[in-house]
């Protein structure tokens, strides 16, 4: 857990530096104004930064800190958004199953290219979803298949072709519905969808006929459990965690997730530096779970937002201490923010005093040799 904390901060600082960077070439006296990612576990808002640790699982976690709760940019955030999001998608399963309905994992794609700019995709792939889902012949599928409502999550790759927008969708059908007639149906609609928003060239035989064995694909009883073909194998990703994790995956061989992009432009890669901007930029106001009207009502879940759930603590939890202003900049300078944590769990505040003696220490001789360099 600790090494996992670790990289997600290390994560984040890199997403700091490319906001920061990115605000300062637009003019802004303070480049972290450019993205709220820039700010969030760096920023204060209180006094001082408080040290807390969980009585029931002794996790340790910061709080006065400004928390951004974006799951598209933040991967410190995105880590505690999804986890709940996860429980939330298994709690629909579960009501699924009690209401003697199916749970239908359906996932649409569509053909991208290298040249694609990511912001043009997206609102052409909203588009699509739109008509997918539009006028009588919508209502008549409903019917159909006995169709309660989904949960849609959108995913987003880049690899060589370029930057791949597809969804994850749990349908809620009746429990002895089809899925290999769903996905006909699905198919058809999803064509004629894609080809409407500009997406699929209907005078291309060869793009139609890839699109058709490609674009669609249609799992029936859907559990927590199932492992599905598209799962990255080392997580064993069951359909909840396919969909509500989806933008935590560090990549797969069809493509590497924003967050692949950020380890690699934290390593130095500009070019993976300015993929990740801009795909930053593209996501400002896009959900990446969307439940259709009514459901969370349905399964008995309230409404929070990803901010609100990046920010809470469910778990009762001990104030270990309170950072003050200059040792907080001490360990942000130190890039030392996980070692707090982790040196909170290992040893309580003693630990974390004995850390921060140690980088204000480091900091000291580093700034005499600086004045006094040897010869």
Same mark, same amino acid.
């Given at each position: ?18 906001? +920061? ?27 001082? #930064? /408080? ?47 009690? +209401?003697?309905?199916?749970? #239908? ?29 539009? /006028? ?25 072709? /370029? ?9 809620? #059908? ?9 996905? #006909? ?74 967050? /692949? ?115």
């Amino acid at each position: 857990m600790q090494a996992t904390r670790a990289e997600r901060y290390a994560l984040l600082s890199a997403a700091r530096r490319i906001f +920061s960077a990115a605000g300062k070439r637009s003019g802004l006296q303070y480049g972290h104004d450019f993205h709220r990612t820039a700010k969030c576990k760096f920023i204060r808002y209180g006094k001082d #930064v /408080g040290v807390h640790k969980s009585k029931a699982h002794g996790s340790a976690f910061f709080s006065n800190l400004v928390t951004c709760g974006n799951v598209w940019t933040c991967p410190v955030c995105a880590a505690k958004v999804q986890e709940r999001r996860r429980e939330e998608i298994a709690q629909a399963i579960d009501w699924a199953y009690a +209401s003697d309905l199916q749970p #239908v994992m359906v996932t649409l794609t569509f053909p991208h290219h290298a040249w694609n700019k990511v912001g043009r995709l997206l609102d052409q792939q909203a588009t699509a979803l739109q008509r997918l889902r539009a /006028g009588k012949p919508w209502e008549r599928f409903k019917a159909r298949h006995g169709y309660h409502g989904m949960i849609r999550s959108l995913e987003i790759t880049h690899g060589a072709n /370029g930057w791949h927008p597809h969804t994850h969708e749990l349908w809620f #059908v009746r429990r002895d519905a089809d899925p290999v007639a769903m996905l #006909v149906d699905i198919l058809k609609r999803w064509e004629s969808a894609c080809i409407r928003a500009g997406l699929l060239d209907a005078q291309n035989q060869a793009q139609l006929e890839a699109f058709r064995a490609h674009a669609v694909d249609v799992k029936g009883n859907c559990s927590a459990s199932d492992y599905l073909a598209k799962q990255d194998d080392s997580k064993h990703w069951g359909a909840d965690r396919e969909i509500a994790k989806a933008s935590t995956k560090a990549g797969r061989a069809k493509g590497s997730h924003p967050f /692949g992009l950020l380890a690699k432009a934290a390593d130095g890669d500009t070019r993976s530096a300015r993929l990740y901007l801009a795909y930053s930029i593209a996501m400002k106001g896009r959900r990446q779970l969307y439940w259709s009207r009514g459901l969370k009502d349905a399964v008995g879940l309230f409404d929070l937002t990803d901010e609100a759930i990046a920010e809470e603590s469910r778990d009762a939890a001990d104030l270990l201490g309170q950072i003050t202003l200059d040792d907080w900049q001490t360990v942000r300078d130190a890039g030392a923010r996980a070692q707090v944590l982790d040196a909170a769990e290992r040893g309580g505040w003693p630990a974390v005093e004995a850390l921060i003696d140690r980088l204000t220490l480091a900091e000291i001789s580093r700034l005499e040799a600086l004045l006094y360099p040897s010869g």
